[in-house]
């Protein structure tokens, strides 16, 4: 089993920041790619980023490039989303997850954290 807890979620202001990190443990972190999902209100989760084993690799939705960046820490077994420039539109639960395939870590990974609630006043 891996657990996974998010935390850095808030309230900001359009154009302002926040850093999400989610806190793994159960198992060795470096055998999981990670991913960051979202769900805003009223639609379905959507995949934001995801993140190889070793960090080399990432991945991002279209309307994140060049404003979220994905970052993880083997050796704190966490991953990190700073979000930069934030839109009304960001607003969502984001939700950390984990997966041993890069591949379906952006798709149906195994593992889920509870999400921490993320909103952008315009």
């Known amino acids: 089993q891996v657990q996974l807890v998010e935390s850095g979620g808030g309230l900001v202001q359009a154009g302002g920041s926040l850093r999400l990190s989610c ?16 769900q805003g209100p009223g639609k379905e989760r959507e995949f934001v980023a995801s993140i190889s084993w070793g960090g080399s690799n990432t991945y991002y939705i279209d309307s994140v490039k060049g404003r979220f ?29 984990a997966d041993l395939s890069i591949r379906v ?13 993320v909103t952008v006043s315009s």
């Open 23 to 38: 806190a793994a443990s159960g198992r060795t972190f470096s055998d999981y790619a990670m991913a960051w999902f979202r």
């Open 105 to 117: 870590v952006a798709t149906t990974p195994y593992y889920w954290g509870q999400g921490t609630q």
């Open 69 to 97: 960046t994905i970052s993880r820490d083997n050796a704190k077994n966490t991953v990190d989303l700073q979000m930069n420039s934030l839109k009304p539109e960001d607003t969502a639960v984001y939700y950390c997850a």
